[in-house]
């Protein structure tokens, strides 16, 4: 307590470690981002989203699987997630499975698993993992039973209105190769261009939102004292903190405004700090439940269903994040909690961390240089345009290589 008094009496020192924090922690996460774009950018440079409406018809346990698959295929950013949800109900893809594919993409996707290993440990990965399939099979019970057909269709209509969110241009984005076997179409002219573009676009997506994530943390790993946090979360008694750990993480995440990977960060400080693991579980679900985000539901849905979306949104995150905790701690799977505060890990030094942000920042400079060869910057700037109804943006037709292959 009285280290934080210090800091508080000193907003300089108090921006000052904070800032260095935000460093530290981003210094840890840069390799594995790389990583997880640029695999990212492979998977979505072979899987097409043409055919998202046609194999999302209803909520059968089927298309809820391949809804899982296409989300897990797709760019982790959250605003990206929901507008190509919404472009899908908007081309007749049933609207349980749409929300389906929206959670898979902030929650299955490979970059926050790199992430989720490099920062925090494998265990969180392998919860988030088992535990996002069991909060989708919840959330289409819950949609199945609470959505009634009027209010269905008032969506839909809605939706068909077309109103702007945020990211539809990147969400829109189709330059998947689908000539060739798999190694051909990656390793082809187009691949290696398709690969770059998503790569860079999936940074400029999440890139403020990854920033944002990073300071907060800082701020909240230096500035909030431990009683705080021993309050807030019941530290202390085991009962009542893995209760109260899945039901305050999600609203902790509604209050950040911090969406996708960015929300890792803060997931490290909360854990730290006495978080339930469930807690920490249901706190990087729900980066669909931010202010934005639900503001976005009601231009996208209406008022009515972005309620309801919030409401069942957070029981399922909240249950399945308490069944993953209790399952992982009958199995001995829990990790051990940090003896000392996340600080205390942070630093610059010549070791694997450093050698790998080395060798992936050659790999990020290559991608950017195709990117800015092959017309990426054009594309950028259609980031934010509207899909139109009809169907994706697409540069499937561009030239294989270089100049300008990239959506209109």
Request: glycine letters at 8%; proline letters at 5%.
């Amino acid at each position: 307590m009285p280290h934080h008094a210090g800091l508080l009496a000193d907003p300089l020192a108090l921006a000052l470690r904070a800032l260095a924090m935000a460093f530290f922690m981003g210094w840890q996460m840069f390799w594995p981002l790389v990583v997880g774009f640029a695999l990212s950018g492979v998977v979505q440079a072979v899987v097409s989203k043409k055919e998202m409406s046609r194999l999302m018809p209803d909520a059968s346990p089927r298309s809820l699987a391949v809804a899982c698959g296409l989300g897990a295929a797709s760019s982790s950013c959250s605003y990206a997630a929901t507008a190509l949800a919404r472009a899908a109900v908007r081309k007749g893809a049933d609207f349980t499975a749409a929300m389906a594919f929206e959670m898979a993409s902030t929650n299955l996707v490979l970059e926050l698993g790199v992430v989720l290993v490099a920062l925090m440990g494998w265990r969180f990965m392998a919860a988030e993992a088992i535990a996002a399939p069991l909060m989708i099979a919840i959330l289409a019970l819950l949609l199945r039973a609470l959505v009634s057909q009027k209010l269905l269709e008032a969506a839909r209509a809605q939706a068909d209105k077309g109103v702007a969110g945020r990211m539809e241009g990147h969400a829109g984005m189709d330059m998947a190769i689908v000539e060739g076997s798999l190694f051909e179409r990656i390793l082809s002219a187009k691949g290696r261009t398709a690969i770059s573009h998503y790569f860079i676009m999936d940074w400029a997506s999440v890139g403020l939102d990854i920033a944002i994530g990073l300071l907060l943390a800082g701020v909240v790993a230096v500035a909030v004292p431990s009683d705080v946090w021993t309050a807030l979360f019941f530290v202390g008694h085991p009962v009542a903190s893995r209760f109260a750990g899945p039901l305050v993480g999600p609203l902790v995440a509604v209050l950040s405004f911090v969406c996708s990977v960015g929300n890792v960060p803060l997931a490290a400080v909360l854990w730290s700090n006495g978080c339930s693991f469930g807690g920490v579980i249901a706190f990087l679900f729900a980066d669909l439940l931010t202010l934005p985000i639900l503001n976005i539901y009601r231009k996208y849905y209406g008022g009515k269903m972005a309620a309801l979306l919030f409401f069942t949104f957070y029981v399922a995150m909240a249950a399945a994040a308490f069944a993953i905790d209790a399952a992982f701690e009958a199995l001995g799977l829990v990790p051990a909690r940090p003896t000392t505060g996340i600080a205390e890990h942070m630093a610059v030094r010549w070791d694997a961390t450093t050698a790998l942000n080395i060798a992936f920042a050659a790999l990020a400079v290559a991608l950017f240089v195709r990117f800015l060869r092959t017309g990426g910057p054009e594309m950028l700037r259609h980031m934010s345009a509207p899909i139109p109804a009809h169907g994706a943006h697409s540069a499937h037709d561009a030239p294989p290589d270089p100049p300008h292959d990239c959506c209109h």
